[in-house]
């Protein structure tokens, strides 16, 4: 809405002449962002004068109109001169408009599939209760708006690709928790629900339909959440016909075990006294540059849960998570458990109707891709804690596997991609777009980049594997800033860096040339991961903004 540069008089005008250009389109309502992003924040006192200006400006000349601001849950940014009325402590940064106008209204933004009540070890939080909390504080003072989400995208599921069913109880379990809390005492009723979601491919839309009809519907009438889920699930699962409630009974246990292992890092009726690091989800999601720097760096800012890396293993740096005790039992856990979920999706295959058959095919592929993916996770990481502790045969047993597994992962994702909703081109490419992202929101998926990241980081211990800087797609500086001064001077370093042999570290700061692409062929230890991960040779002149 502003740049936040020059007078105060400056900013009002950028606000209003945004306001009139954004209602002048015909919308009815602006949900804006606080702060410049999710972790970076300008003074207190001034962000809280934008909101003001904004909502009395649209509540004045707009009358039919409304405003929002997400409120994230980023951690780590507290306003000091602001009291939280809650706790009395300085305000989280995100909560800052509960001092704003009370026409602002408000959408408390959770991430990922975690609820509003269990362990949620992201952006630098355990659960997301406080956001509960902030809720029920603002519900009788302003609108608000929840904004949970079906997908994440960014490393976490429908790109890497996971099938991930266990978003419908989280989305249900928060509206009915919020609808719970409206019943007893209607000032505490919110207006509605705004959610995220990336697309319906890898059979996302079982999440997505049960959260938009969760909305209007979130089975009040059934005392017990899990009988709620399961009737939410049967308006889905009704297009098989005589095997829908098969079909639900396998996606319940479904995301039964997702809940357990992936959440709660139970495995072998075991419950571990602490998530972090020993969680499924650490491990099934995929791993790129910026957040492995988030963990060890800044990690609060770490936008998903945190592991126990594949060269900490290796080298076992960690004293506090061990790979034998903590993570190995879990990782083989979610092999087994994936494996006989697939096979119970699969036993229902001459009972779909031809009617339903794409549906199935896709909710089969999805489970499957799945289970290879738990099954070279564990393989990949076995390999790497083996060195000097196993044989040679049994080394490459595991590293066959995991090579084995991507092979497996390639004819999947090729066969779905046959039967995508868009084009390869449009949804899952490397191509010019209109976000700061040099490709579209399933080429990592396309690519298997977090596959192969892993394994190449498995199989072959260099300089260039242990750094976060390996196979580096995104440009930071463009990304964290957008065109300007700041990506220029990066980009002139990264060449700088590059010419004078440092090229592990200018992976930091440039794009590969071209799209990257990975072998075609996996066999053990394959050429080293310099000359196959999109090196920049004959790299033409770097992007300059004016």
Known sequence: MTDGVGTLQKQTDDIHRHVDWIFDA???????????????????????????????????????????????????QVCPDYPDPVTGLPINFNFLPAFADPRLGVFPHTVQYYNLTEPAPTYGNTNFTYMYEFIEAEASKREVVYHGESAYWVNYDINVPLFLPIYARGRLDDLRLLASTGEKDPSQRILGQMNFESGWEWAYWIQNVVTARSAFNPRMDVSDGGDALRAALGEVTRIFGDVSESMTDVIMSTIEAQTDLLVHGIHDG????????RNGMAYLQGWDTWTEFEQVAAPDTCTQPHALGINQVRTRQDR???????????????????????????????????????????????????????????????????????????????????????????????????????SIERIASWRPNPTCYHYTYLWTAHSQYYFWRDYQKAANVSVTTATPCFMNYNDPAETGFGPGVITNVSHRIGEWLEDHDRINVAECLLLPDNEPSYPSVVVPNFPPPEQVDGARSGRGPSRIFP
């Not at 309502?29 to 003074?43: H, L, R």
């Not at 075991?270 to 690091?277: A, E, L, Y």
């Not at 109707?353 to 564990?378: H, M």
Request: aromatic share 12%.
């Open 26 to 76: 015909g919308y009815n309502f602006i949900a804006t962002e606080s702060g410049y992003s999710e972790f970076t924040k300008p003074d207190c006192s001034k962000m809280l004068s934008w909101m003001n200006i904004l909502a009395e400006y649209v509540g004045d000349k707009y009358k039919n109109k409304r405003t929002y601001i997400k409120c994230h849950c980023s951690s780590g």
């Open 270 to 277: 075991v419950r571990p006294d602490d998530v972090q690091k």
């Open 320 to 422: 506090h998570v061990s790979y034998e005790n903590d993570v190995q039992p879990l990782l083989a856990a979610m092999e087994k458990q994936f494996n006989n979920l697939l096979i119970q999706f699969t036993a229902l295959e001459g009972q779909i109707p031809a009617n339903a058959k794409r549906f199935y095919d896709e909710i089969v592929d999805a489970a499957n891709v799945t289970a290879v993916r738990a099954s070279q996770v564990y393989a990949s990481y076995d390999y790497a804690w083996s060195l000097a502790r196993k044989s040679p045969r049994w080394r490459a047993q595991r590293l066959q596997q995991s090579a084995d597994d991507i092979v497996s992962a390639t004819d999947i994702i090729q066969r779905r991609e046959k039967s995508y909703r868009s």
